[in-house]
């Protein structure tokens, strides 16, 4: 089909509704992060039991967020493909191959044999599928990112930038609600470990359900229409041979700036999500000594923090809008760096200290993540901007969350059980996030269709 034809047909479709916008952006970053943090849960909860040789707990742990750590390898992989698809054929058909792959793979995982009966066969099986996660989300959330921005109306780009980010906290209260669930009917004796039931099959639960929630995903994703943005890239004969090599080529600065833009966010996510979880869940005891709490107390109280996480992840797209997306993250990650500093005090001031610890890291989560949603796109045109900005925030992932649940874990040991230097991590990266948006420009005003 020549490129005219390609420009007459889309210029015939009407324009998506703002609802089937704002539907198809959530969803299917909602479903993306259930099944991301499906398998964050089952790192912590269940793969160091079952699919790893029986010896030391900790080697396990760090043998399965290793595991964890994979799929963050894969996903510049998915972003430089993707994001390939995305700006020569469009974003709706990527966006269905995406939700595709991870629904997949994600209930693939559900049907893994163990250890026990496989041997060495079942972690290369979790390897595998868990590369194919993060294959898939590398290029879901720039898509959906693109839809919700290419599509928002004019001044309001950070709001409608919001609503992919809301997956996150979404997915994380679906998944972690489910898991609670079938904790709960499935109870154990020993709070630091999940029931012989529970280990044998319950686990996989939340894994097979997910192909129910891809079903709903893909048929919302199937009624969307391209965005203006891509049909004036089509009808202007901009259509990038390799998009990759024009956007390091042209845009090499942005792409750099994109990926410091998100390190202290994917730190911040995977610290509170993953590493918390450990250091939650760790008997004041063990080895390396945690807070004590037993799983479903600890989870609670993570979904409660989930909750501020959602609110201010919509709290932030107005803030980005009326001050604009550089002043409202510099504030927020000088806020980043000071939480960092306070672990220690915070941690021990028992339950009242680490549901405040808990509440205040979501809050900082949501307000730096919101307006990463319309920061991203907006700084690549269209022709290239479903590969650049998938790869900063993809190539982020690589270096602030395949390694840092593996350096918190290293941290947490090197400080004898206390968490003050996985604190002092956090701050750190924080500060290289600050250099970053020092360094860039304000983006808000920029023509997105151009």
Do not use: C
Not at 186 to 213: H, N
Not at 442 to 450: C, P, Q, R, S
């Amino acid at each position: 089909m020549s490129s005219t034809t390609t420009a007459a047909s889309l210029s015939a479709v009407p324009a998506n509704p703002r609802s089937r916008v704002i539907l198809a952006s959530l969803i299917g970053t909602t479903i993306e992060f259930y099944d991301f943090y499906v398998y964050a849960t089952a790192a912590v909860l269940v793969f160091p039991h079952l699919f790893f040789p029986k010896g030391n707990e900790t080697t396990a742990l760090l043998a399965s967020f290793a595991v964890f750590g994979a799929a963050m390898v894969a996903r510049p992989l998915g972003a430089i493909f993707f994001g390939h698809l995305g700006d020569k054929r469009g974003r709706k058909i990527t966006l269905v191959g995406a939700l595709l792959t991870m629904g997949i793979a994600t209930f693939l995982i559900g049907l893994l044999p163990t250890y026990a009966s496989a041997g060495w066969l079942a972690p290369a099986l979790l390897v595998l599928m868990r590369l194919a996660q993060g294959f898939a989300l590398g290029g879901e959330w720039s898509g959906a990112a693109l839809v919700a921005t290419e599509n928002a109306p004019p001044g309001k780009r950070a709001i409608f930038g919001t609503f992919p980010q809301l997956g996150a906290p979404i997915g994380f209260i679906i998944a972690n609600g489910l898991f609670l669930t079938i904790a709960a009917a499935l109870p154990s004796d020993d709070p630091s470990r999940p029931s012989t039931a529970f280990l044998d099959w319950g686990w996989r639960i939340p894994f097979l359900f997910s192909i129910v929630m891809v079903a709903v995903g893909l048929w919302v994703r199937l009624n969307l229409v391209e965005s203006a943005a891509f049909e004036n890239t089509v009808k202007s004969g901009q259509v990038q041979k390799v998009p990759l090599v024009a956007a390091f080529r042209t845009h090499w600065k942005e792409l750099v700036l994109g990926t410091f833009y998100m390190l202290a966010t994917y730190v911040l996510f995977y610290l509170m999500t993953t590493f918390s979880l450990s250091y939650g869940r760790a008997a004041t005891t063990a080895p390396l000594p945690g807070l004590g709490y037993d799983y479903s107390t600890f989870v609670l109280m993570m979904i409660i923090g989930v909750v501020f996480f959602g609110i201010f992840t919509m709290v932030s797209g107005p803030w980005a809008d009326r001050w604009g997306r550089r002043k409202t993250l510099i504030w927020v990650t000088l806020a980043i760096i000071a939480f960092g500093l306070v672990w220690v005090p915070m941690l021990a001031g028992g339950n009242v200290g680490v549901m405040a610890w808990l509440i205040i890291g979501f809050t900082l989560m949501g307000m730096t993540f919101g307006p990463m949603g319309a920061l991203l796109p907006e700084l690549f045109p269209a022709n290239v901007r479903y590969t650049g900005s998938g790869i900063s925030y993809n190539v982020s992932s690589i270096l602030g969350a395949a390694i840092a649940p593996f350096i918190a874990v290293a941290l947490w040991s090197a400080g004898g059980g206390s968490p003050f230097w996985v604190g002092i991590y956090l701050s750190a990266m924080a500060v290289l996030t600050l250099i970053a948006l020092l360094l860039g420009k304000e983006t808000k005003d920029v023509d997105i269709d151009a």
